[in-house]
């Protein structure tokens, strides 16, 4: 049994995780810095990390006293090494390197965006693949082809702003506070996603996104219409993103054959797409895997899961090695 210890300090979550053998989640903690960015209406990285240098000590105690073992049972330690914000992923990956070497066991660097790719591996071990993957976050949107944990593609991705940059954006100029995410899927409820026909942009473009243009569009919209019923604007908008993002997966799909189709990162938790992908599952015969929403949100546990495969394929890593904030995954 390998038991690791995972820490998650990429953007504005500090995370620490044990988890066994890649597969059984003894602990998982999260504590946001939410609170500490709403009033800036977006993530300060100077406040991020200094926030990380704070929580990540207590996050760690309380991961391992949770799953009940200290550091001397810990077999190994890994830390997101990028992509991500500079400053924050130096604090993760030095405190990570640091109780490496303390406890003398191997440390690990791992991608973020691959912890995304394993995230549904943790809740569903048998997935059939292939599988495509959509990953929507506030940093990332893209769509991976996946034969295997180890052996993957990207087939696209945003050529300008995220999915979530969009909903946080959009959100912001439509005053419904910081995060975007939450606040437009909750009035989306209640307006009509038919009553204003926002662009579905590049949908019929191969599998790259692009948003920056659908938030213009709703900005002008709201100008030269100031009487919109907000709820109507957040569900239509809502719906445009949907559409796209459900589109380009379905293709991604098509085009690797996968048996099934998965969502990661935050925008991930959004219930209009958890709804669409499962009906776009079902209308295509295949299955769809929708990990819970806090694995698709930032987390450790999908570090110490994408590090056990790292140590059993490459050994340990490289105690020398730094963060990368560009990091990319293999593909294009
Ligand atoms: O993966 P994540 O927690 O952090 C990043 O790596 O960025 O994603 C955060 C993003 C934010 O943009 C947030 O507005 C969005 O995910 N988000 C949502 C929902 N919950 C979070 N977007 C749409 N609907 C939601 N329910
Ligand atoms: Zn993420």
Not at 83 to 93: F, H, N, R, S, T
Not at 190 to 215: C, N, Q, V, Y
Not at 256 to 266: F, L, N, R, S, V
């Amino acid at each position: 049994m390998t038991r690791i210890l995972g820490i998650e300090t990429s953007c504005d979550e500090t995370a620490a995780a044990v988890v066994d053998d890649g597969r059984e989640v003894l602990s998982s903690v999260v504590s946001s810095q939410i609170d500490l960015h709403a009033r800036f209406g977006g993530v300060v990285p100077e406040i991020a990390s200094r926030a990380h240098v704070e929580l990540l000590n207590p996050v760690v105690a309380e991961a391992l006293v949770e799953a009940g073992t200290e550091l001397d049972g810990i077999d190994a330690v890994a830390a997101c090494h990028g992509p991500g914000l500079a400053g924050a992923l130096l604090v993760g990956v030095s405190a990570a390197k640091a109780i490496a070497l303390v406890a003398d066991v191997p440390y690990i660097g791992v991608n973020h965006l691959e912890g995304h790719l394993h995230a549904a591996w943790l809740e569903q071990p048998d997935l059939q693949v292939p599988a495509a993957v959509l990953i929507v976050s506030g940093g990332h949107t893209m769509v991976v082809a996946m034969d295997d944990l180890d052996q993957y593609r990207v087939l696209g991705q945003t050529v300008d702003d995220a999915a979530g940059e969009a909903f946080d954006k959009v959100a912001r100029f439509l005053g419904l506070g910081y995060p975007g995410g939450p606040a437009i899927d909750r009035l989306a409820a209640t307006g009509d996603p038919t009553a204003i026909a926002f662009p579905r942009p590049m949908r019929d473009e191969a599998f790259d996104f692009s948003f920056s243009g659908l938030k213009t569009a709703v900005v002008n919209h709201v100008r030269h219409n100031p009487d919109a019923e907000v709820r109507d604007v957040a569900a239509s908008f809502q719906e445009a993103v949907v559409d796209v993002l459900v589109g380009k997966l379905v293709a991604a799909a098509d085009a690797c054959h996968a048996k099934t189709m998965i969502i990661g990162g935050g925008v991930g938790a959004n219930t209009r797409l958890r709804t669409r992908i499962l009906d776009a599952a079902t209308d295509t015969g295949r299955e769809a895997m929708l990990p819970s929403p806090a694995l698709c949100t930032d987390n450790a546990a999908m570090i110490a899961a994408t590090a056990y495969r790292r140590l059993l394929s490459d050994g340990p890593g490289d105690l020398g090695g730094g963060a990368d904030p560009n990091l990319r995954l293999p593909g294009r």
